[in-house]
């Protein structure tokens, strides 16, 4: 064990305790890890290697289908199926198309209105910051509820009003408007969460800062820009790192939207088509590839953003 | 302006300083740009619950025939209440239990075992640790719905699908918690307070629970909020685990009920909405009084360490 303990240096020079606290030091860490270790190990490592294990079997039934199914070693036969299904490549471009407007909105949303909270200009700031935040206390799956009932054309006041208007009504749940009526919840849940992140990020920033950039006539918005941004660089990577894994794995709004729009199928998404395809078809083997290809996706996307912003900002 | 700085003791001076000298006037033209702006979004982000409010005063009829974001002259909040808390034999009342079970104890066992994890991986040297800092950064990275297909798999191999444990259990690892509270422990518990400590002759565990947690408390009622509220709002591994309807959280069983609206059981929507205010009662509350704490911890996530 090559334990390292600084307080060894500076104990006196005895010749029993020394070895003593060594050995019951170089026990604890591992101790305290366990409980997690322990847990984390049985519902994160061991899912995964299973998940990639179911993944490389195959369930099949002869001729015409009847009589029991066998489970067959299939290789990597799954994952060629994956990269030729053209379900797959739909539901990924599609929350990459979303990912693409709504993280950037939301996160800009974020980041103006906390910095707008920090600024000078605004009062009444713990009403809106309150006002902002409070969507967060909302789940997921209830706000797409919630949202849907505002987008269902039989009960949306939101429709209601337009058509009273002599403006038409809108149709948020057509084929070309679905996908940004989810973005719309999504953005209404999460925009409050990531504007407190960066606001105590903004909050955190000490004042000799301000005080410098004062005096060498710098403020308003250009304090925002060059010293403020730059600043909590890291906690906009952190949300940006958060919405990046949320959206590859959308999941409840689609479904919740399905029972109200026609134009939300199975595979709308690649984490719903995962959950059909094992739910709905019982098929758990293609599911489990599904699944690793979308863990590998998600991985890829958030690690590989994480080392461009630290090499290009030095985050 | 003493209304705001009062709000935010940690900028009061700063606030100050720099409202004497550049805003003079009280109402700048930026400032009533910013004001209109934010007043804007202000309606975005309320009018559901407004929505939700006067709905939840409605009966069926009155939903679907009358404006939704003004109330009816039937007032029906009391009898919507009552039949939310007694269809069903009361099932409703049984989720919000589920609910409260799974999201406190989860995040009360989690928090104590990220916060030890968190202060091992950030106090000791040892071998491995690296690779299990690495682990939990990554863990962070994929998904937690890819992992509730094959868990699902896993829990019905030991036959502990569609019982309290199979939501309960996965539920207590955060790995964030533990990068959070690594990042916290390495900053705010000083190697000088332990090594003292030890010199006492105190064990590493009571080294642990008496200095290091004190020191700690900011950051684990950070993490137990976001743990708190992850476990509450989580719909897909409880969705995936359990079939009775007697063990479901909030999220599934109201999902459950908007499944079987329609047709005779029209009913059923003014229980969603009702059910739906009723169990953003307690989350709305828990974030009005802790918003204050949690804003301390929440700065330590962003600092890479």
Redesign the interface.
């Given at each position: 064990m090559d334990v390292k303990i600084t307080s060894l240096d500076h104990a006196p020079p005895r010749t029993q305790r020394p070895s003593r606290t060594l050995r019951r030091v170089s026990f604890a860490p591992y101790l305290f890890i366990l409980p997690f270790g322990v847990l984390f190990l049985l519902f994160f490592i061991v899912p995964i290697i299973y998940a990639i294990y179911q993944s490389l079997f195959r369930s099949e039934r002869n001729g015409l289908g009847l009589g029991a199914a066998t489970v067959n070693f299939n290789g990597l036969g799954n994952y060629v199926d994956v990269f030729h299904d053209p379900n797959f490549y739909a539901g990924v471009g599609r929350v990459l198309l979303y990912g693409i407007v709504q993280v950037p909105v939301m996160l800009g949303l974020s980041l103006l209105f906390a910095l707008l909270l920090d600024s000078t200009v605004v009062r009444f700031k713990a009403f809106f910051r309150l006002a902002f935040f409070v969507p967060y206390a909302i789940p997921g799956i209830i706000a797409a509820l919630l949202w849907g009932y505002l987008y269902d054309p039989s009960l949306s006041p939101i429709v209601k009003g337009f058509s009273s208007l002599g403006l038409g009504s809108p149709d948020f749940l057509g084929p070309q408007t679905v996908l940004w009526a989810i973005a719309n919840i999504a953005t209404w849940t999460w925009t409050g969460y990531n504007m407190l992140i960066i606001f105590a990020a903004l909050q955190a920033i000490p004042g000799e800062i301000y005080e410098s950039a004062r005096i060498d006539g710098c403020s308003g918005w250009r304090v925002a820009w060059h010293i403020k941004i730059p600043l909590v660089a890291p906690a906009l990577v952190l949300t940006c790192i958060f919405s990046i894994v949320g959206t590859l794995q959308l999941f409840a709004e689609p479904q919740v939207l399905s029972a109200i729009s026609n134009n939300i199928n199975s595979s709308y998404t690649p984490n719903f088509y995962a959950y059909y395809t094992a739910f709905g078809n019982n098929n758990y083997y293609y599911a489990a590839a599904l699944s690793v290809v979308l863990a590998l996706v998600t991985f890829v996307f958030s690690f590989g953003f994480l080392r461009v912003t630290q090499r290009q900002a030095g985050v | 302006?003493s209304?705001?700085t009062a709000?935010?003791p940690?900028?009061t001076?700063?606030?100050a300083?720099?409202?004497r000298?550049?805003?003079p006037s009280p109402f700048?033209l930026?400032?009533v740009g910013?004001?209109t702006?934010?007043l804007v979004?202000?309606i975005?982000?309320?009018v559901?619950?407004f929505?939700?409010i006067v709905?939840s005063t409605k009966n069926a009829g009155d939903?679907?025939g009358t404006?939704?974001?003004w109330f009816s002259p039937n007032f029906n909040l009391w009898s919507n209440l009552q039949q939310l808390f007694t269809y069903n034999s009361g099932i409703y009342v049984r989720w919000l239990l589920n609910t409260l079970i799974y999201a406190g104890v989860g995040a009360l066992l989690g928090t104590l075992?990220?916060a030890?994890?968190g202060?091992?991986?950030a106090k000791?040297?040892?071998?491995g640790?690296d690779l299990?800092f690495s682990?939990?950064l990554?863990?962070?990275?994929?998904?937690?719905?890819?992992?509730a297909?094959?868990?699902?798999?896993?829990m019905s191999k030991v036959g502990l699908t569609n019982t309290y444990w199979a939501v309960l259990?996965?539920s207590?690892?955060s790995?964030f918690g533990?990068y959070l509270s690594r990042i916290y422990a390495g900053a705010s518990v000083p190697?000088e307070l332990?090594?003292a400590a030890?010199?006492d002759g105190a064990?590493?565990?009571r080294t642990?629970a008496t200095v290091a947690m004190r020191l700690m408390v900011p950051a684990l009622v950070t993490i137990l909020l976001f743990q708190f509220?992850a476990i509450?709002?989580n719909?897909?591994l409880p969705l995936?685990m359990l079939s009775d309807q007697k063990l479901f959280p909030?999220?599934?069983g109201?999902?459950t009920w908007?499944?079987t609206t329609g047709g005779a059981n029209k009913f059923l929507?003014t229980l969603?909405?009702a059910g739906?205010l009723v169990?953003?009662i307690p989350?709305?509350f828990?974030?009005?009084i802790l918003?204050r704490f949690w804003?301390g911890g929440?700065?330590a996530?962003?600092?890479?360490g």
């Open positions: - | 302006m209304q705001q709000t935010v940690v900028a001076t700063r606030e300083v720099t409202t000298q550049r805003r700048s930026e400032q910013a004001m702006f934010l979004f202000v975005y982000f309320l559901p619950f929505w939700l709905s939903l679907f404006f939704g974001l075992l990220a030890m994890a202060y091992a991986l000791y040297v040892f071998r640790r299990i682990a939990v990554g863990a962070i990275l994929v998904p937690s719905t890819a992992l297909l094959p868990l699902y798999l896993l259990l996965p207590i690892v790995p533990v190697d332990l090594e030890r010199i064990g590493e565990f642990f509220v509450w709002n719909y897909f995936v909030i999220t599934v109201l999902q908007n499944v929507y969603i909405i739906a169990s953003s989350l709305l828990g974030c009005i918003q804003r929440l700065g996530g962003s600092v890479k």
